[in-house]
């Protein structure tokens, strides 16, 4: 064998061990991304739930504080009308 012949297969050997790199490499690559994807999706998905979550929790103590103040009101409501009879008749 000529030393030009080794040479090549050298090189040869060395470009295919490269090309075998990089595609172990770029497999490697799109598995993390892959995965990463995934994560965001799921972490995305969490928040989101969150968030309906806590707009229900906000929703349930506005619909109670405005039930509690339509009570209040209708408190008011039955105490001027028990003290107006009163002074009607007293009034008449």
């Known amino acids: ?3 030009g012949k080794v040479l090549t297969y050298l090189i040869a050997v060395f470009a295919l061990i490269g ?8 497999a490697y690559n799109h598995g993390v991304t892959v995965i990463n994807a995934t994560r965001d999706a ?4 969490a ?4 968030k309906s979550e806590l707009a229900r929790a906000v929703q349930a ?3 109670q504080e405005q039930r509690f103040q339509r ?9 001027r009308e028990k003290t107006l009879l009163p002074m009607l008749v007293a009034a008449a």
């Open 42 to 45: 799921e972490w995305s998905q």
């Open 61 to 63: 103590v506005h619909d």
């Open 71 to 79: 009570e209040a009101n209708q408190v008011g409501i039955d105490a």
């Open 47 to 50: 928040v989101a739930t969150q």
């Open 1 to 3: 064998m000529t030393p």
């Open 19 to 26: 090309l075998c790199g990089d595609a172990l490499y770029t």
